[in-house]
């Protein structure tokens, strides 16, 4: 796979996990009892990042046996790039 291929891969399990923002802001709020998150936005961008890093890696280890120590840090310098426009997204 391409890093032009893996880059739009990526984009979009970033973009997937961004539309979930609103629902999980919503949920940390009707939960917050049970939750007992201070900062929601900060909670909700761990999640958000989880998942784009866990689901690029998982697309990763789909597309080849077992993607390499270089794999996973192109896919984490991938993400990382997007970084200011994923807080972008959950903080404005």
Same mark, same amino acid.
């Given at each position: 796979?391409? +890093?032009?291929q893996l880059e739009v891969l990526i984009l979009q399990t970033i973009n997937g996990a961004v539309a979930t923002i609103p629902n999980y802001l919503e949920e940390i709020k009707e939960n917050k009892d049970v939750l007992k998150v201070e900062n929601p936005k900060e909670f909700v961008y761990g &999640?958000?990042?989880g998942m784009a890093l866990g689901m690029s890696g998982a697309i990763l280890s789909a597309q080849k /046996?077992? *993607?390499t120590a270089e794999d996973q840090i192109k896919v984490r310098d991938i993400v990382y790039k997007h970084? *200011? /426009? &994923?807080? +972008?997204?959950?903080?404005?």
């Open positions: 796979m391409g +890093e032009d &999640i958000v990042m /046996e077992m *993607p970084i *200011p /426009e &994923i807080r +972008e997204r959950i903080f404005s």
